[in-house]
C-alpha cells in the first residue's frame, strides 16, 4: 500500500499526502477533502481512492471534465509520474510506501519512560519543587503551590496560610468575633449603672 502524493503547481505548491484507507472528493466544495477554487472546476468535481492496492480517479459528472495526462476521463487509474488537472489547476502525482519514518519512531521512543519505572513517579528530568517552597492550609492540610496568594488560590493573615474555603470561613469568624466585641463595648456605653443593693434588715 503506498500513499498518494498531489503536488499543486499552480498556484501555491501546496502538497496532500492521500491515505489508502480514505476517499478524498476534490472541488470547489468548501468541504471537499482538496479545495479547487477556480471558476472551471465544480463543486463536486472528481474523487480519488484506492482499490487493492492501486489508485483511481473517478470524475464525478464535473461540467468541464477531469483530465489525466492530457486526457478526458471518466474512471482511471493513476500514479506515480501522472499529471491531474482540475479546471486550470494542475497536480504531479508522486507515491511513497507507507513506512513508518525514522523520525517518528525515534520521538517515540524518547517520550517512552524507561524500563521499570513507574509512569506515576516523576523523572528525574522533571524538577521538584523544594520543601521550603510548598504551602499548606492551615485548616485543612490541603498543600498549595509556592505562589498561591498572588494567584488568588490563598489568604494569608495573622501570620497564618489558608486555602481559599478555609480562609473566607476563618476571616468570617474573625470579623464576626470582632464586630461583636464592638458592639458589646457599644451596648455598654449605653447600659445603665447597676443599682445600690440596700442592706439587709436585720
Not at 472528493?25 to 477556480?38: E, M, P, Q
Not at 468570617?172 to 458589646?184: D, E, I, T, W, Y
Request: glycine share 8%; charged share 25%.
Amino acid at each position: 500500500m503506498v500513499w498518494l502524493i498531489l503536488k499543486e503547481c499552480t498556484v501555491n505548491g501546496q502538497e496532500y499526502r492521500l491515505h489508502p484507507d480514505k476517499c478524498y472528493v476534490i472541488g470547489r466544495n468548501a468541504r471537499a477533502a482538496i479545495r479547487v477554487i477556480d471558476p472551471k472546476a465544480s463543486r463536486n468535481h472528481c474523487s480519488l481512492s484506492c482499490e487493492d492496492g492501486v489508485w483511481h480517479v473517478f470524475d464525478l459528472e464535473s461540467t468541464n471534465g477531469t483530465f489525466l495526462d492530457g486526457q478526458r476521463v471518466q474512471k482511471a487509474q493513476i500514479g506515480a509520474g501522472d499529471r491531474l488537472m482540475i479546471g486550470s489547476w494542475e497536480f504531479d502525482v508522486q507515491e511513497e510506501p507507507i513506512t513508518q519514518r525514522f523520525s517518528d519512531v525515534l520521538s517515540e521512543l524518547q517520550n517512552q519512560p524507561p524500563a521499570g519505572a513507574n509512569p506515576e513517579e516523576p523523572s528525574a528530568q522533571e524538577p521538584l519543587v523544594p520543601a521550603e517552597r510548598q504551602l499548606a492550609c492551615t485548616t485543612c492540610g490541603i498543600v498549595l503551590p509556592a505562589d498561591a496568594e498572588s494567584i488568588g488560590r490563598a489568604i494569608v493573615f495573622g501570620g497564618k496560610t489558608y486555602c481559599v474555603r478555609c480562609g473566607l470561613t476563618a476571616e468570617q469568624q474573625r470579623n464576626s468575633a470582632a464586630a461583636g466585641g464592638k458592639l458589646f463595648d457599644l451596648l455598654s456605653e449605653f447600659e445603665p449603672p447597676d443599682e445600690p443593693k440596700s442592706p439587709k434588715k436585720p
